[in-house]
């Protein structure tokens, strides 16, 4: 009979603790899901379709020794020190629940005495302030859901390394991406990480039932998939000479379409873009290639990658552009 697993990271590095998630996601069977939880030392960690270029200070952090990691997960760029620790669901399909996943996090928090309460499209918040996001991805057979808890994150790195557009703190009617956030330990002196860990556990236990512990992932396929994840053509992605750039923001995000159109023809196509779902906009661009520069093909291409909802803000952003 399978049993959940619990496991805790010995690694500080971020591609092997990425890596392992990976690995753990792939080879959930029924009725075992696994909580995962690692700390990175510093680590700028982006979304699977964002441009490293625009999210964060590339140079600064090639300098300085911080490390840069894609994710396999949609949604924005986010800071990791060893006051974070992060925390990762990964489940087959048949024992997949985003809700209740969250209710282990929101009681492990409540246990330590944080008021916690979901918010937005993938938030944790107390005091009116953001102290968690969540991202999600798939593969066959399986789900993760994984996010950040800071507990004493150094913040003034917060803002050294990330950069966020002006459109995003209007929305948010803020000044820094420091005001947007708080740790913990701020809220509840007395947090640390292994009380919030041994928490996490018996919030996951007592939802789960007792779990194992100690079983590792098959450490090839974990070493394999952290050499993908330090290369430099994953971490910097694939770069096209644009010829249109068409840029709009959406409730769920921002959206930009990187286009080279030659002769009225669609060559190729990029979209970056801090969206939950990461597999919409790498659909939506393959879907463009061969297609005329024309609106009505874009919006039966977005139809196509992301359903109808996609399609009209699509059919929204094509009217904006000259």
Not at 206 to 221: K, V
Request: charged share 20%; proline share 5%.
């Amino acid at each position: 009979m399978n049993r959940p697993l619990f496991l805790e990271s010995t690694s500080h590095n971020p591609y092997w603790n990425l890596a392992t998630e990976r690995i753990l996601t792939e080879q959930a069977q029924p009725g075992a899901p696994a909580l995962f939880l690692w700390s990175n030392t510093d680590t700028v960690v982006i979304g699977l379709n964002q441009d490293c270029r625009a999210e964060c200070k590339v140079d600064s952090m090639r300098a300085e020794g911080i490390f840069l990691m894609r994710r396999f997960s949609g949604g924005g760029a986010v800071w990791h020190d060893l006051g974070n620790v992060n925390f990762s669901f990964c489940c087959h399909d048949a024992d997949y629940d985003v809700d209740r996943q969250t209710d282990v996090v929101l009681r492990a928090c409540r246990k330590v005495g944080i008021d916690a309460v979901r918010t937005g499209r993938n938030d944790l918040e107390a005091a009116g302030c953001k102290f968690s996001g969540n991202a999600y991805y798939q593969v066959p057979g399986g789900h993760c859901q994984h996010g950040t808890l800071l507990v004493h994150c150094n913040m003034s790195r917060l803002g050294e390394y990330l950069t966020v557009s002006p459109e995003k703190l209007k929305k948010h009617a803020v000044s820094s991406v420091r005001s947007r956030v708080v740790n913990l330990a701020d809220l509840v002196p007395g947090v640390t990480i292994p009380r919030l860990s041994a928490a996490l556990q018996e919030a996951f236990e007592a939802e789960y039932g007792p779990a194992e512990t100690g079983r590792l992932p098959d450490r090839e396929r974990v070493e394999a998939c952290a050499a993908l994840l330090r290369s430099d053509d994953w971490i910097y992605g694939r770069r096209i000479p644009a010829t249109q750039t068409w840029k709009g923001s959406f409730p769920w995000g921002h959206f930009e379409l990187h286009l080279v159109v030659q002769q009225g023809l669609i060559r190729d196509a990029r979209a970056v873009t801090d969206m939950l779902d990461s597999s919409i906009p790498h659909a939506f661009a393959a879907a463009l290639i061969g297609e005329p520069c024309l609106p009505g093909r874009l919006v039966e291409a977005a139809r196509r990658a992301g359903g109808d909802a996609f399609a009209k803000d699509m059919a929204g952003l094509a009217c904006t552009q000259d």
